[in-house]
C-alpha cells in the first residue's frame, strides 16, 4: 500500500502569501498518478489538481501542481479567503487508492 | 448539470446492514467507473470501492473486503454499496464520486455526491 504522508498538518497565512503543501509518497509510481482535493466544512471534496499537474476545469490558476520522484506539492500563488479549507492528496497509481492525512489551511 | 445524489443513509446496530444507492445525472453513466469514499466524524478521506464502467473489475479496501459489495446498475444509473456486518467504526459520511475520465484502473474523482450519513451504534 502507498502511504502518502502530507505536511503540514496546519498551515496559518495571511491573505496574498503563498501556500505551499506537501504529500510525500511511501514508494515511488509511475506516471504522477495523483490529485489533490479541496474540502471546506460541511462540503464535499472537490477535485483541484489530477496527473500532479493539471488543473480540473473551473479551477482558477492560482493553484498549481509539481512532483519530483516521490514529493508532490500543491501550491497557492496568493491565498484567497476562499481558500480556507483542507486539502487532501490522493494516489491512484495502485490500489489501494489512499488518501493522505490532509493539510488544513488557515487564514491568519 | 452533473450530478450525483446518494440516498440510504441511516442508523443501525452493529452487525446490520445498510444498502446504499447513488444516482447519477448529466453524463454518461455507463462509461465511468465510479467509487465510494467515506469520512468518519473529524477524519480524513478513506477510499473503499471502486467499480469499472461495465462492473468487470472492482477493488476494495482491505477494511470493507469481505463486508462491502459495490454493484451498479447502468440502465437505472445508479451504484449501490452494499454494507453488511456493520462494526462501530464504519460510522461516516459516504461520498460517491466519478472518475474523471472513462479508463480502468481509477483516475481521479472529479465529481462528488453530497454524502449520506451511517451512524452504527447499539
Known amino acids: 500500500e502507498i502511504v502518502l504522508t502530507q505536511s503540514p498538518g496546519t498551515l496559518s497565512l495571511s491573505l496574498g502569501e503563498r501556500a505551499t503543501l506537501s504529500c510525500r509518497a511511501s514508494q515511488y509510481f509511475a506516471s504522477g498518478y495523483l490529485a489533490w482535493y479541496q474540502q471546506k466544512p460541511g462540503q464535499a471534496p472537490r477535485l483541484l489538481i489530477y496527473h500532479a499537474s493539471r488543473r480540473a476545469t473551473g479551477i482558477p490558476d492560482r493553484f498549481s501542481g509539481s512532483w519530483s520522484g516521490t514529493d508532490f506539492a500543491l501550491t497557492i500563488s496568493r491565498l484567497e479567503p476562499e481558500d480556507l479549507a483542507v486539502y487532501y492528496c490522493?494516489?491512484?497509481?495502485?490500489?489501494?487508492?489512499?488518501f493522505g492525512g490532509g493539510t488544513k489551511v488557515e487564514i491568519k | 448539470e452533473v450530478q450525483l445524489l446518494e440516498s440510504g443513509g441511516g442508523s443501525v446496530q452493529p452487525g446490520g446492514s445498510l444498502r446504499l444507492s447513488c444516482a447519477a445525472s448529466g453524463f454518461t453513466f455507463n462509461t465511468h467507473a465510479m467509487n465510494w469514499v467515506r469520512q468518519a466524524p473529524g477524519q480524513g478521506l478513506e477510499w473503499i470501492s471502486s467499480?469499472?464502467?461495465?462492473?468487470?473489475?472492482?477493488y476494495y479496501a482491505d477494511s470493507v473486503k469481505g463486508r462491502f459489495t459495490i454493484s451498479r446498475d447502468n440502465s437505472k444509473n445508479t451504484v449501490y454499496l452494499q454494507m453488511d456486518s456493520l462494526r462501530a467504526d464504519d460510522t461516516a459520511v459516504y461520498y460517491c464520486?466519478?472518475?474523471?475520465?472513462?479508463?480502468?484502473?481509477?483516475?481521479?474523482?472529479?465529481?462528488w455526491g453530497q454524502g449520506t450519513t451511517v451512524t452504527v451504534s447499539s
Open positions: 467499480i469499472s464502467d461495465s462492473a468487470t473489475n472492482i
Open positions: 464520486a466519478k472518475d474523471l475520465y472513462s479508463v480502468w484502473p481509477p483516475d481521479a474523482f472529479d465529481i
Open positions: 490522493q494516489q491512484y497509481s495502485l490500489s489501494p487508492l489512499t
